[in-house]
């Protein structure tokens, strides 16, 4: 176990030993560095992930829990959990490709103190393309993507917990527009190149599909009725809802129009929880917020 580790690799896995075991080989030479901890939660899987882990990665801290407990409340977890003060928050089928990441997370941090959170450069695809150069420069913008980021920890422990009911869409969003009503900058830091080995165009074909894009809708008007401040309200979620219907029927998505529409009733249920909090952002820092440009989710090689 490292003792005074400076980086702590952070992963939560269920049932997926084939894609984290690629991960772990990738990372390797990290896991093996003296100022690094990799802890992992295995939630639940029934394909003897931990047996795999242990026998294995040995120096992997592993977390196990006989029951799942949901992808939010591991990441949670594992950011309260771990000791240094850079938290690098991975999915188990997403690894670095640049060389020397942990230096270029250091030098940033180093160089900005208030930037809480660097997004990372993702790469979104089961291939690499042929170049991975790209022009773009680091700069402070709004936003990050669960699968390739770095945490400042006290930038972590300055705002809320991801809320747990989320499940797995807007928690994101939630922690970005909390750092900055906390008054931390996030930073794309295009040096830092992950690869995440996922096709998103097949989701559409899941099963869980709807489901996905009605939490998704529901997520981000919580969001905004738990951060925008009051003078902004109406029209945004006038404009979100009115959009969302439009861009489904002119693409014609019926399974996630209807899944929009339900979502509806279920943003209405929640509305008196949802304007007493104490999170809202002052007309200042919305203004500053909506200036920002938004950090690239994903990334694509120029043609």
Same mark, same amino acid.
């Given at each position: ?8 690799l952070?992963?939560?896995?269920? !049932?997926?030993?084939? #894609?984290?075991?690629f /991960? ?5 030479p ?20 931990? $047996?795999?882990? %242990?026998?294995?990665?040995? *120096?992997?801290?592993?977390? @196990? !829990?006989?029951?799942? %407990? ?9 950011l309260? /959990? ?43 695809g ?40 989320y ?8 922690? $970005? =527009?909390?750092?900055l ?9 295009p ?9 998103v ?6 099963p869980?599909?709807?489901?996905? *894009?009605?939490? +998704? ?5 919580? !969001?905004y =009725? @738990?951060f925008?401040?009051?003078?902004r309200?109406?029209?945004?979620l ?11 029927? %002119? +693409?014609? #998505?019926?399974? $996630?129009?209807?899944?929009t ?6 943003i ?15 007309? =200042? ?19």
């Amino acid at each position: 176990m490292v003792t005074n580790p400076v980086f702590s690799l952070l992963i939560s896995t269920r !049932n997926r030993w084939s #894609d984290l075991q690629f /991960t772990l080989q990738q990372l390797l030479p990290l896991l093996q560095r003296s100022d690094v901890e990799c802890l992992i939660v295995d939630d639940g899987s029934t394909d003897s992930t931990s $047996a795999f882990v %242990k026998e294995q990665f040995p *120096q992997v801290q592993l977390f @196990t !829990n006989p029951k799942p %407990k949901g992808y939010i409340y591991n990441r949670n977890f594992l950011l309260h /959990t771990a000791k240094a003060p850079y938290l690098i928050s991975l999915d188990d089928d997403a690894h670095f490709v640049s060389p020397q990441p942990l230096e270029f997370i250091q030098q940033h941090m180093e160089k900005h103190p208030r930037c809480g959170l660097i997004a990372c450069r993702v790469f979104w695809g089961k291939t690499l393309p042929a170049s991975l150069q790209t022009d773009a420069l680091p700069h402070n913008g709004f936003g990050f993507v669960g699968c390739g980021h770095v945490w400042r920890k006290s930038a972590w422990e300055a705002i809320p917990n991801y809320p747990e009911h989320y499940g797995f869409y807007g928690e994101e969003e939630f922690a $970005a =527009m909390a750092l900055l009503q906390k008054r931390w900058e996030m930073y794309y830091v295009p040096d830092i190149l992950v690869h995440h080995r996922v096709e998103v165009r097949q989701r559409k074909f899941d099963p869980d599909y709807a489901y996905r *894009q009605r939490k +998704a809708f529901v997520n981000g008007i919580r !969001n905004y =009725m @738990t951060f925008y401040p009051y003078f902004r309200l109406p029209y945004t979620l006038a404009y979100c809802t009115v959009l969302q219907f439009y861009n489904k029927l %002119k +693409a014609r #998505d019926y399974v $996630a129009f209807w899944a929009t529409f339900r979502a509806i009733f279920s943003i209405l249920g929640a509305l008196g929880d949802l304007f007493q909090n104490r999170y809202r952002l002052t007309k =200042m820092q919305y203004i500053r917020m909506k200036k920002l440009p938004l950090n690239p989710i994903f990334w694509k090689p120029n043609p």
